[in-house]
């Protein structure tokens, strides 16, 4: 538990410095960078694709992505990035005499395309002029709702929520992470009100951190199901006391892009 608070206060200062201070375009290549790891570790961290060229493919698409996600998302480099994509790994199907099975370049499809353009929603929630407001919601509901299990679950913890894919995951340390999200979201909306005087909905905050728990406990299950199926511990070791980048950001996979629906159909801010 030390090493993962001090991993904590010395990484939460330079990311917020990134996501709120450097030029936008940081947070894109940061993004790039991640979703870059996060295929790598899913792809041949786990074993389930051990061919070094599929993984550089997916790995190269997983970085692209969140770039075109920043300069816009035009439909004609979206089809580039998804043809050439297409024609690299079924060229390396047929460059084996079929060695290379459907299914591993199915799994390099996902990896390769889902992982990143779901990281990017913390790309598209930031580049409107008001995303550096916006950009913290799902850090918020993402990391109070961990932290809340976490402490909540290791203190109070005694009903298994899914024991055979979390057995350290518990019913109460849900409840604890579902209340620091949406305390954390109140005490976040009340800044924006009162500090950059913006016009807030309160009510919508909550829903906010409901939501997000319910997509942050989601999250996490689906990578520990894959987890639970390779056999392994933890996806990787580059974060001290967290694991790899699946390990600390699954949760964000499911809640960026829950939090980019919302504030598209029920914003939190509603007057900038």
């Known amino acids: 538990m030390r090493k993962r608070i001090i991993t904590a206060v010395l990484l939460i200062p ?3 410095a990134i996501l709120l201070v450097a030029p936008k375009i940081m947070t894109a290549i940061l993004v790039a960078c991640m979703s870059a790891l ?20 997916s790995a190269v698409t997983a970085f692209v992505i969140p770039i075109w996600s920043y300069f816009g998302m035009s439909a004609a480099w979206g089809q580039i990035i998804l043809l050439v994509f297409f024609c690299a790994l079924f060229g390396e199907a047929m460059a084996s005499h079929v060695k290379v ?8 499809l996902m990896a390769g395309l889902l992982i990143p353009y779901l990281f990017s929603s913390l790309v598209r929630i930031l580049t409107p002029v008001n995303g550096r407001y916006l950009i913290m919601i799902p850090f918020v509901v993402a990391f109070l709702s961990d932290s809340g299990a976490y402490f909540v679950g290791c203190r109070f913890g005694k009903r298994k929520l899914a024991p055979v894919i979390s057995p350290n995951k518990s019913i109460e340390g849900v409840a604890g992470g579902l209340t620091f999200a949406v305390v954390g979201m109140l005490l976040y909306t009340a800044i924006m009100q009162l500090v950059f005087k913006l016009q807030v909905n309160y009510a919508l905050a909550i829903l906010y951190g ?3 728990t319910a997509a942050d406990v989601f999250g996490d299950l689906c990578f520990s199901v894959i987890k639970r199926q390779t056999g392994i511990k933890d996806y990787g070791n580059l974060i001290p006391g967290h694991g790899g980048i699946l390990d600390r950001f699954d949760s964000m996979l499911v809640v960026a892009p829950l939090i980019e629906l ?11």
């Open 14 to 16: 330079l990311l917020l």
């Open 262 to 272: 919302l504030l598209a159909v029920l914003p939190v801010v509603t007057k900038v």
């Open 38 to 57: 996060a295929v790598y570790e899913l792809l041949y961290g786990t074993g389930l694709v051990r061919h070094l060229r599929l993984v550089a493919y």
């Open 101 to 108: 099975r459907f299914e591993k370049v199915c799994i390099c």
């Open 210 to 212: 409901v939501l997000g």
